[in-house]
């Protein structure tokens, strides 16, 4: 907005007819009056106020009292008070996009509202945007109420707020409106009213304006009650160009004409629902379109020539299937006239729920065959079934306040494997759970830093965004999953219905969702007791198995399970669902059930097994919890496993794994014991099994890594490898479209390069250059084996395969292939590449802010490459800072002290943090970090000579851990 309309605001209500007095020039001389002349002016004056005075006194009313002038106390508080309520917003956007404009907005909104508790103000968020005070009109919707009487406006920038002062108190119980005009901009920011662009086919930019409300931008778009529980019905008319689309969350009921090629959209009226679903984008797009059995619409809207080229295909049919599936699933019908998914190629997450628009980050959209992985189909399958999910579990039934996210996210986490099966008719997508979230999340959950689910207070915008992390989604999908086995799946499924149906279109909090369990379940479990203890509490239990083989007993103790295990001193205490299998009942039963209060436990029955037999606790990994046995029943389960694999299930296979790897990592358990647990791998087909022991067998390899013995580790391995490796090599079986042996197949060439298989990085190299000689033809190698084929040709070869591979990274513009090479870059085994690498992605002339950090972690995250990330980190801390956000820089330093395992290293990242800037600001990140250090060391001190003796005795002379020194 111009100067001149800021002045003309300041200015509001002076009389533009006011007297003007102009100035007035006297002589220097002065003026003159004889005697007789004054003594004449004075007289005539004293006559003169003497008569007013008199008239005055005489003719006068009673004078009344002066109204004084009101005065108001700023709003200061972030959160909204409690005094209103909106019902109906009617708002009119007008964004100026090139060449028509320079990303300016003109808009006008209107706002239906209930006055609940008695105020003399009108509290709204706004955020970037200048309100015309001039053009505030107040109404009294209520028949017998007083239209409300305007006095003043205050604009908090720091609160994002903007008041309305009034000269008289709304009453409680009366419905008011609001209408006000403002300005605005189309932002650069990914949030609020933001901008986009893609280049057409011909090299021409085209624009896109595009909106990402969650969790409080809505209001940089409109002033609006941008609180998730201050829900009402939206009306949008956004004004367009003739040659431009828009699309919003219901569908178009008119276009009129405004002149001058201007078109305003009028949307049908929404459903009722929080400020930050609303959604609309403006653009020139293509759309294809289809029906759900139910007769609801879905367009998938995108960039015109890769809709042509049916990029968004997969997308639109896997929206159809999944929301037919949840439909049946949720018995709630799917309230929205329309169901629409448009793919933006700049997008701050993966994509958003909005309530009749899901906006995708592209490359978690568009398909395209010859282009995408398998691994890249399951993902945007993943994504569509998590933001359809929503549609029920955040748009209808929505967290209460931001405190309580993991009732949208953590269900929409748990529900989007329901979609994959839908899409793929796959029965192992619970199988992936596991290696997709539950293990990551166990591990992030093991620091002191770790959070509860439920936050206690959340109040600042840093504090909202803070909340969409980790333990949302996958802790709070992993606590759904074990309440869904705890429960049994149909009591499970009829409790969500119940849930969605009584809480429609309202909101929630955590103590809602566990009153409608236990009003559904009868009472036959104190949900909230249960449930406070997973929710309220960070972490989760360690439960220790002891066996009393004579007497047939077993003593179960709980504690939470931490890496700073000599630090461990908390005394929480969770509701456990035990469950185990026995030799004589295994997992293909019913496991038995045993609730688990207390801090011990002694089982002592018939149901448990023999002296000679095995105890499997937690089957399937049912429950967010790690299980430690003693030695002697561990050591039937690694026997168990060599003989007969199938007696446990894929998902119990795995987590078997997991939890050895894991304890032995804290020294709880020895590597060498852990190792054996693997032992049985060469009979192994499943991909879930194998995917876990390859993430498991990282550790060990990071912590030899720099070591003496390093070579010893790597024949084991390459021997380990080498039977996945033989039986699924490069080539693809014909007909073979199981999406897992895909999966299986892209770890074995992966894992085999890693370690050297001469054969592997011979292809891999013969690969790339195959693609140098031919550029201008897709790689001749699966878009599977992409990222592996780029990865080793890039560590094997020098600057000549580096350099040709960042001329394609800038000719691609298909989004997944950019970061598959953002990722292969970072393989270079030369150091002076890296450090280039590095410095290239502190400028935006080379790799974009939001790739800066993908650059960072994974030369980090590079053998070759920790330490020289380190220095580039350490050296250009106040770059770094600038160029990151908190979250990035917390994955980059704990990819970089991933490795670190020696006093050395410690005392130089201790060094560093000390000196860094903002020590406070990223507290959770150097915590973390010493934990990991510290458990690094304790790792090498409690377990190297013994790992090294056991692999020196399958291969050659070892070296001995004090030469490291």
């Known amino acids: 907005m111009s100067s001149t309309s800021h002045l003309n605001e300041m200015y509001d209500g002076v009389d533009e007819n006011a007297v003007e007095f102009n100035s007035m020039t006297f002589s220097k001389r002065g003026c003159y009056l004889s005697t007789v002349q004054l003594a004449v002016v004075i007289l005539l004056s004293i006559v003169l106020v003497t008569a007013t005075g008199l008239i005055v006194g005489l003719t006068a009313p009673e004078c009344e009292q002066i109204e004084p002038v009101p005065t108001f ?96 108190e709304l009453i409680a119980g009366n419905e008011y409106s609001v209408f006000m005009k403002f300005s605005g901009s189309v932002n650069s920011h990914l949030h609020g009213f933001y901008r986009s662009s893609y280049k057409t086919p011909a090299g021409d930019t085209e624009w896109i304006a595009t909106t990402q409300f969650e969790a409080t931008y809505a209001r940089r778009a409109f002033p609006c009650f941008d609180e998730p529980h201050l829900k009402a019905k939206f009306s949008v008319t956004i004004v367009r160009k003739r040659n431009h689309t828009s699309v919003a969350n219901t569908p178009i009921v008119r276009s009129t004409d405004r002149g001058d090629d201007w078109m ?7 459903v009722v629902m929080s400020s930050y679903l609303l959604a609309f984008v403006v653009g020139k797009f293509s759309y294809i379109e289809t029906k759900t059995v139910h007769g609801t619409r879905i367009r998938a809207y995108g960039v015109p020539h890769k809709i042509e080229a049916g990029q968004a295909d997969f997308a639109l049919e896997a929206s159809k299937t999944v929301l037919e599936g949840f439909e049946h699933l949720f018995k709630v019908p799917y309230p929205m006239g329309k169901a629409d998914l448009i793919g933006i190629p700049d997008f701050s997450a993966g994509a958003m729920e909005n309530w009749g628009l899901v906006i995708y980050r592209e490359e978690y959209m568009l398909y395209d065959k010859d282009l995408s992985t398998a691994r890249d189909k399951r993902i945007i399958t993943y994504i569509v079934g998590h933001e359809l999910a929503h549609q029920w579990f955040g748009n209808l039934v929505t967290c209460d306040w931001w405190s309580h996210i993991w009732l949208n996210e953590g269900f929409a986490t748990y529900y989007e494997y329901h979609a994959t099966n839908y899409v793929e008719l796959q029965h192992d997508y619970w199988e992936q759970f596991l290696v997709n979230d539950l293990h990551s999340i166990l591990d992030k959950d093991s620091y002191t830093s770790a959070h509860p689910l439920v936050f206690p207070s959340l109040v600042t915008r840093a504090e909202v965004d803070n909340a969409f992390d980790s333990f949302t989604y996958s802790k709070g999908g992993s606590i759904n999953r074990m309440m869904q086995f705890f429960l049994g799946n149909t009591t499970w499924t009829n409790a969500m219905n119940y849930y969605l149906e009584k809480h429609q279109y309202s909101t929630a909090t955590t103590d809602d969702l566990w009153t409608a369990v236990s009003e559904y379940i ?46 461990n001193a908390t005394e929480y205490i969770y509701h456990i669902p ?45 429950g967010y919890y790690r299980v430690w046995y003693d030695d002697t029943n561990y050591d039937m389960l690694v026997a168990a496993l060599s003989t007969n694999l199938s007696v446990f299930s894929v998902t119990s296979r795995s987590q078997l794994i997991n939890d050895a790897f894991t304890f032995a990592s804290t020294g709880l358990l020895s590597q060498v014991r852990a190792m054996k647990m693997t032992e049985y791998l060469n009979m192994e087909e499943e991909y879930v099994p194998w995917k876990t022991a390859l ?38 079986n014909p007909g073979e479209e199981e999406p897992t042996i895909t999966y299986t197949r892209q770890e074995a060439t992966k894992e085999a390069c890693h ?40 560590q094997v070869g020098d600057a000549v395969e580096w350099d040709f591979a960042w001329k394609e990274l800038q000719e691609t513009e298909w989004e997944a292939e950019r970061n598959r090479l953002y990722r292969a870059m970072a393989c270079a085994s030369h ?53 990151l956000n908190q979250g990035e820089i917390k994955t980059v330093i704990k990819a970089i002290v991933a490795g670190f395992n020696t006093e050395f290293d410690y005392d130089e990242f201790k060094a560093f943090r000390d000196s860094a800037n903002n020590t406070e600001l990223y507290s959770e990140t150097w915590t973390e970090a010493e934990e990991t250090i510290e458990g690094n060391i304790e790792y090498m001190e409690e377990n190297y000579d013994e790992f090294v003796d056991w692999l020196g005795n399958l291969f050659i002379k070892k070296i001995t851990f004090g030469s490291l020194y």
């Open 695 to 732: 993430n498991a067998f990282y550790y060990p390899d990071r912590m030899l890594s720099r070591t003496a013995n390093y070579g010893l580790w790597q024949a084991h391995m390459l021997k380990q490898i080498d039977l996945l490796y033989s039986k699924y090599g490069w080539e693809y």
């Open 831 to 883: 150091a002076w590449i890296l450090n280039r690498y590095l410095e290239w992605s502190m400028d935006d002339d080379y790799v974009p802010r939001d790739k800066c950090y993908y650059v960072m972690y994974y030369v980090a995250y590079n053998n070759f490459g920790r330490y020289i990330a380190w220095n580039f980190v350490r050296e250009n801390w106040g770059r770094v800072e600038n160029r």
């Open 73 to 168: 106390a700023p709003w200061t508080d972030a959160r909204l008070p409690d005094t209103l309520v909106p019902i109906h917003y009617e708002v009119e956007l007008q964004p100026f996009i090139p060449p028509y404009g320079n990303f300016t907005i003109d808009g006008r909104v209107k706002i239906y509202f209930k006055c609940v508790r008695a105020t003399s103000q009108i509290v709204l968020h706004a955020d970037e945007i200048d309100v015309y005070r001039t053009s505030i009109v107040l109404e009294a919707v209520t028949a017998a109420a007083a239209a409300p009487i305007y006095f003043s406006s205050v604009n908090d920038s720091t609160n994002t707020l903007f008041t309305v002062n009034l000269q008289d």
């Open 522 to 567: 009868g009472g036959s479990l104190d949900m909230k007791e249960i449930m406070d203890s997973w929710t309220l509490q960070p972490g989760f239990p360690s439960v220790n198995v002891s066996r009393d083989y004579a007497q047939k007993s077993i003593s179960v103790t709980q504690q939470r399970f931490l890496f700073d295990v000599e630090n």
């Open 755 to 794: 370690y050297g298989n001469k054969d592997c990085l011979g292809k891999a190299y013969d690969f790339f250059k195959s693609w140098m000689a031919n550029p201008d033809v897709n790689i001749p190698t699966d878009p599977n084996h992409r990222e592996t084929a780029y990865c080793y040709a890039l």
């Open 264 to 270: 305003a959209d009028e949307t049908e009226e929404t």
């Open 578 to 622: 035990l469950m185990f299998a026995t030799e004589a009942a295994p997992f293909t039963s019913t496991p038995n059930l045993v609730w688990m209060a207390n801090k011990t436990l002694t089982l002592e029955s018939t149901e448990l097994p023999a002296a000679d037999e095995w105890l499997l606790v937690n089957p399937d990994a049912a």
